[in-house]
């Protein structure tokens, strides 16, 4: 197996492979600060796709020569991210699929901070408590609310056509999914710098 010059994805067990033969991949997570704050790998710098600015992702390589690795919490938004980052014109951007949660799977190690709420759990639950309210709304006060549960249902049919959330970008920007800019990576032992 060749990891020197990888495919556009890499899956969990190669990249494992990589981190065990001692070499420190270049790998960028995108997921929101919290949620990196709750589990990552030990290398990775935190840069939530929302705000992924890749001229500032090509400052920071060492060596922009070797593969840019991008992780997420399940490999969707690593997806968008490898997309944004060669349409900047950064070369060899791989995606890790499946992302964070096949890592955890396979068995790499990965650092543990303060757990919360998945971006993806977050959506199911707003999205849900919206239809619902949408549904009661229209039964007991006017059937127009109605229009809100199918506004909802529509906006989930074109994410999942499209593989882009628009409440999920919008939550991530949340007080609660952000974390000091200073902890965009951590120490080992789950302690972040403050």
């Known amino acids: 197996m060749d990891l020197t010059i990888p495919e556009s994805t890499v899956s969990a067990q190669e990249l494992g492979a990589l981190l065990a033969s001692g070499a420190a991949p270049d790998l960028v997570d995108v997921r929101t600060p919290a949620e990196f704050e709750a ?3 030990a290398s990775a710098r935190n840069h939530p796709l929302e705000r992924l600015d890749p001229s500032a992702v090509a400052r920071e ?3 922009p020569d070797r593969p840019l690795y991008v992780i997420c919490q399940s490999g969707a938004r690593g997806r968008q991210a490898c997309a944004r980052l060669r349409e900047a014109g950064l070369e060899r951007v791989v ?3 499946g992302g964070i949660q096949a890592c955890m799977a396979a068995g790499l190690p990965v650092v543990r ?3 919360t709420l998945s971006l993806e759990r ?3 639950i707003a999205a849900g408590s919206l ?3 949408g549904v ?3 039964w007991w006060v006017t059937p127009w609310f109605l229009l809100l549960a199918g506004f909802v249902g529509c906006g989930l049919v074109f994410a999942g ?3 882009t959330c628009a409440m999920g970008m919008l939550l991530a920007r949340l007080p609660w999914n952000q974390a000091a800019p200073s902890c965009r990576r951590g120490r080992a032992g789950g302690e972040f710098r403050a």
Request: proline letters at 0%; glycine letters at 8%.
């Open 131 to 133: 239809v619902a309210l």
């Open 61 to 63: 390589r060492a060596a």
């Open 136 to 138: 009661a709304l229209g």
């Open 113 to 115: 901070g303060r757990r």
């Open 122 to 124: 977050q959506v199911r």
């Open 39 to 41: 589990a990552r790998l």
């Open 95 to 97: 995606t890790v699929e």
């Open 161 to 163: 056509v499209t593989d």
